[in-house]
């Protein structure tokens, strides 16, 4: 939202001395009151400014990024996962290769013989074991697997941006959606990098499906 | 940006009558004129309602998503790419992995000896090589690369979601940001969905760089 340069002035004087009633705020910009209350009203709405009755304006200390940024952080990984796909820890390195070719995804999550998370099995982890000399049928994927504890995951009810800074953090491309299961995680989703483009793109064609309800 | 429900309804009241004037919108709603202006003067500096004066108020098309999408649309490729990692066309499968693993990207920009960019090579292709039959010494990069003219590239000045879109379609994890050089093109960064992850989450902080003018 772009705001004229007396709201910008608005804003800078409220910061610096709310709270401050608009009959003050007019004052300070030698217009009167009435000039003023689309442009305090619009503040307002857009979430700048909070009006409380009898005292004044305060700074909300939001900036149109701010604001743009809660729209972002609104997204969830519920509404952006995909299906994960699983491999047994007993699975050879050769399998998940042609397992991966054949889902076409670029990680796979491994799991114990309770179905429970018990690894991440990434494009990069079979590369390095392919050049390397062991042979790709004998090796068992818990033998190359990134192994729990030591791997990042995240919920349903996440936001789509915390994913996205673990995958920066951690240097990764995917982590598993998982929900506790007895001692364990069982796994019922996958977030990757491209469900973040996905998320992305979302973000510039909100316009759409804001036409029908059902999205 | 939230919208009350008066708003909402002279939204809808414009998008069927356009142009109306605001006098009109006021006798439609049963209330004066005065009261109406300051839902007039926000629906219009907030782009919903566009004012011609002595025509009356027109929709703009535009809703809370497609403002918050223009934000997103102003995302520029030159903001977020990251240095090409560049191999040639006669060096070695093995090579190309190991180049790959040294600095750590997920694609390589094949070029020839012109400097000029011949294909792409990414670790899918290289994995599919590996596990296949052939010794990986001996395999150029130009025989197992996607080749010009059928590789997606994009430009300095592209928006960040159209290359985002462009990864999505084509299901690739990177393009090489170009630029014409004689008969083809240079080769000056790369844009993968590591770089529309960092994007998307510059989205969600914009605020903390708005503190400053130097971002």
């Given at each position: 939202m772009d705001l004229n340069d007396r709201q910008h002035k608005i804003i800078q004087i409220v910061r610096e001395?709310?709270?401050?009633?608009g009959e003050q705020i007019a004052e300070q910009l030698s217009v009167t009151r009435a000039t003023l209350r689309p442009d305090l009203a619009i503040l307002t709405m857009s979430g700048f400014l909070e009006a409380r009755p009898r005292v004044g304006y305060f700074y909300t200390g939001q900036t149109s990024g701010t604001i743009l940024s809660e729209e972002v952080r609104k997204l969830k990984v519920g509404e952006f996962l995909s299906s994960p796909v699983v491999i047994e820890e007993s699975a050879s390195a050769y399998k998940a290769v042609c397992e991966m070719f054949v889902e076409d995804v670029g990680s796979l999550f491994v799991v114990d013989n309770s179905g429970l998370l018990a690894g991440v099995l990434s494009r990069k982890d079979l590369l390095r074991t392919a050049i390397g000399s062991q042979d790709m049928n004998q090796v068992p994927v818990s033998v190359i697997m990134s192994r729990m504890p030591n791997i990042a995951y995240c919920k349903h009810d996440d936001t789509v941006v915390d994913v996205a800074l673990l995958l920066i953090t951690k240097e990764i491309d995917a982590v598993p959606v998982v929900r506790k299961k007895g001692n364990g995680f069982e796994v019922i989703g996958r977030m990757t990098k491209t469900n973040i483009t996905r998320a992305f793109v979302s973000l510039a064609n909100v316009g759409e499906s804001e036409k029908g309800d059902s999205e």
């Open positions: 001395k709310a709270p401050i009633t």
